[in-house]
């Protein structure tokens, strides 16, 4: 018993652990609305990848007519999703030799064949949430050499290739930081920064006197066309959900059969527990 208390306590030490390492890695992910089981959230998010992801980044884990799960035909795949002269059985890679791609970008863009999954966090959020809040944090930078930046991946070589689709935003951030004093005392500073639409900075520093908290850093974006934004974080979800999906294509049917596994597990285990009662009582 005292050996079952403390592998529970360890257990419990170590998930209270991942999720505050999981919660200070950097900027707060969102949430990302569950489309897993989703068919015209799953296309849409084909459709979306193909357009704009495929062309620089692979998917060399994943054929063309495995899109078939997500209820698109044959015919639909060539027509639709094919443009190059592939074959439907083909890999999802990219022409782009990776020489180039360094040499324009300053690396390789990663395969996102199973991104989704190298995102996620242990005992914390799922790589969805993470790609749902890195795609919708590009902000206008003029000092970056893309002109783009994100508060999920700070100085990020990738640029915000959904930008015509989310439309013109202004992000403000206010950082509560330690700084030296004139006479070289500790004191606190709040720094404002302003990103226009253009992605052109005004920055505010302020002297905070008698604070005693700690650091801290906000962002709010302030979107000018809101209902183009609303469209576009809607297909961001779908995207998300794309990229999960392809992850792991077997996830939903892993699932459904953990549910038997552990259904037939639990009526094993009252079959064998009468056996053993049947067999021993005649011994005692």
């Given at each position: 018993m005292i050996m079952i208390k403390k592998l529970m306590g360890a257990a419990a030490l170590m998930l209270a652990c991942t999720a505050a390492l999981a919660a200070e890695g950097g900027y707060?992910?969102?949430?990302?609305?569950?489309?897993?089981?989703?068919?015209?959230?799953?296309?849409?998010?084909?459709?979306?990848?193909?357009?704009?992801?495929?062309?620089c980044h692979a998917a060399s884990s994943m054929r063309y007519n495995k899109l078939?799960?997500?209820?698109?035909?044959?015919?639909?795949?060539?027509k639709n999703l094919m443009f190059t002269g592939e074959k439907v059985g083909d890999m999802m890679t990219v022409a782009m030799p990776s020489k180039d791609a360094k040499k324009w970008f300053g690396t390789v863009p990663p395969d996102l064949s199973v991104i989704a999954r190298a995102k996620s966090q242990t005992a914390g959020a799922p790589g969805t949430d993470y790609i749902y809040t890195y795609l919708r944090s590009f902000y206008r930078d003029t000092n970056r050499p893309t002109g783009w930046n994100n508060l999920v991946y700070p100085n990020v070589s990738m640029p915000h290739v959904l930008w015509e689709r989310q439309g013109p935003r202004e992000l403000t951030t206010v950082a509560m930081h330690e700084v030296e004093g004139k006479e070289g005392e500790p004191?606190?500073?709040?720094?404002?920064?302003?990103?226009?639409?253009?992605?052109?900075?005004?920055?505010?520093?302020?002297?905070?006197?008698?604070?005693?908290?700690?650091?801290?850093?906000?962002?709010?974006?302030?979107?000018?066309?809101?209902?183009?934004?609303?469209?576009?974080?809607?297909?961001?979800?779908d995207l998300s959900a794309f990229l999960t999906w392809m992850a792991e294509p077997v996830a939903q049917f892993r699932k459904e059969l953990g549910v038997w596994v552990l259904l037939f597990l639990g009526l094993f285990l009252?079959?064998?527990?009468?056996?053993?009662?049947?067999?021993?009582?005649?011994?005692?």
């Open positions: 707060p992910l969102d949430r990302a609305p569950e489309r897993a089981n989703d068919m015209a959230a799953l296309q849409n998010g084909a459709k979306l990848f193909v357009n704009y992801c495929l062309n078939r799960d997500i209820g698109l035909s044959d015919e639909q795949i060539t004191s606190w500073e709040r720094t404002t920064t302003v990103y226009d639409a253009q992605g052109y900075a005004t920055v505010k520093k302020e002297a905070v006197e008698h604070f005693h908290g700690s650091e801290s850093f906000n962002a709010t974006f302030k979107t000018l066309n809101p209902a183009l934004t609303a469209q576009f974080d809607n297909d961001v979800a009252v079959v064998a527990m009468r056996l053993n009662a049947s067999y021993w009582k005649h011994v005692r």
